[in-house]
């Protein structure tokens, strides 16, 4: 009975002593974790299941005042070729939401995202799981998406005082990646006096560089003001409109393309008048444009071909992006346009599409 006594006392102490270290050890990491940076993800909406979709709320607690930046990242640290997220001022024990919306897309390769602090040190990190990767499959082509290029020799001297070199390094970044094609959203030129010289510039540096893939253009109003007549003869002239015979002749400044290796459809569509055309205060598009758009989404639409829109100038209000609070910025096509109007309800009656 000692023995078994003493054994039982022995016992008890022993478990006594495990609860005692478990019970500091549960300590000791609510404490840590209560000053310790965290980042928690809450993935919502209707595609909070599925692979690649970023839409929900990162959460940053942070445990020390300061300035932190967010990642994505992969095992070995921060993905190349993507901008971090930018926390400014953040006070110890608070906690930060960053919000990622709809159709939000998580980028191929990563596997989770880092917080770093302004020394550039990992703090904390979410590790995504494994049923949220994007699975990405093979990459079908590469294009280059530029806008407002703005090609400009005013005779009084030049507006867009780096567009040319700009221009040119655009297209060096399109050899080093070795893009497909580059497509362009408008004003490619400033036409302070006239389009011919600067369409000129714009052609010798692409004449000059070593990029010899297409380049498509769509038509902004710039390209088309001071004279119409004269805009469009001159856009025609030295854009991707004369890279078929038909779409050349047609004498119109919209058109599309098909994607030689999938037959993807890209329609670069026009401001067919001037902002500051008085006859174009009621109308952006023509009816005969919009028409003929209608007729080649009804042609192409859910055809299992990714069909891209490039068009210049924003709805004003419409969707992200084109809610622009900055003053100065009047560029918008207004849905006082009838036009206008007509173009928003296209791109809501096809809701696939890829409008740039």
């Known amino acids: 009975m000692n023995l078994l006594k003493n054994g039982g006392q022995s016992a008890v102490a022993v478990l006594l002593v495990m609860l005692l270290v478990v019970s500091s050890s549960i300590f000791a990491l609510s404490v840590n974790a209560a000053n310790e940076t965290s980042l928690e993800y809450t993935f919502t909406g209707n595609d909070k299941d599925k692979a690649g979709y970023a839409e929900g709320t990162v959460k940053l607690t942070v445990e ?34 960053v ?23 990992q703090v904390a990190q979410y590790v995504l799981p494994e049923n949220k990767r994007l699975k990405a499959g093979k990459r079908l082509y590469t294009f280059n998406s530029y806008s407002d290029i703005h090609i400009d ?6 507006f867009y005082t780096k567009a040319s ?28 006096t006239g389009p011919d010289a600067e369409w000129d510039e714009y052609e010798r540096i692409l004449s000059d560089s070593n990029y ?3 380049v498509w253009e769509s038509d902004g109003n710039h390209d088309m003001r001071t004279d119409e007549k004269s805009g469009l003869k001159s856009f025609i002239r030295a854009t991707g409109t004369d890279s078929t015979t038909a779409n050349f002749d047609a004498n119109k400044p919209y058109y599309y393309m098909t994607e030689k290796k999938t037959g993807d459809i890209f329609i670069f569509m026009a401001l ?21 758009l209608d007729n080649l989404l009804t042609q192409y639409y ?15 209000g419409f969707g ?4 622009m609070s900055d003053p100065y910025y009047k560029g918008h096509i207004s849905e006082s346009f009838e036009s206008t109007r007509r173009f928003k309800e296209v791109l809501k009656n096809y809701p696939k599409l890829i409008f740039m």
């Open 153 to 158: 020799k005013d005779k009084n001297g030049v």
């Open 64 to 97: 020390s005042d300061g300035n932190y930046n967010l990642y994505w990242a992969d095992d070995n640290g921060a993905l190349q070729g993507y901008s971090s997220i930018k926390l400014d001022s953040c006070v110890s024990g608070k906690s930060y939401d």
């Open 212 to 214: 010899v893939n297409p």
């Open 99 to 121: 919000p990622f919306g709809n159709h939000t897309v998580i980028p191929k390769g990563a596997t989770r995202m880092i917080a770093l602090n302004a020394g550039g040190s």
């Open 302 to 316: 859910d055809t299992g071909k990714n069909i891209y829109i490039i068009e210049h100038s924003p709805i004003n």
């Open 165 to 192: 070199r700009r221009w040119a390094e655009a297209l060096n970044f399109g050899v080093k990646t070795k893009t497909d094609f580059i497509v362009t959203s408008g004003d490619t030129v400033t036409n302070a």
């Open 272 to 292: 067919e008048g001037s902002t500051k055309s008085a006859a174009n205060k009621s109308s952006q598009f023509s009816d005969a444009q919009l028409n003929w």
């Open 320 to 323: 992200a992006g084109d809610r």
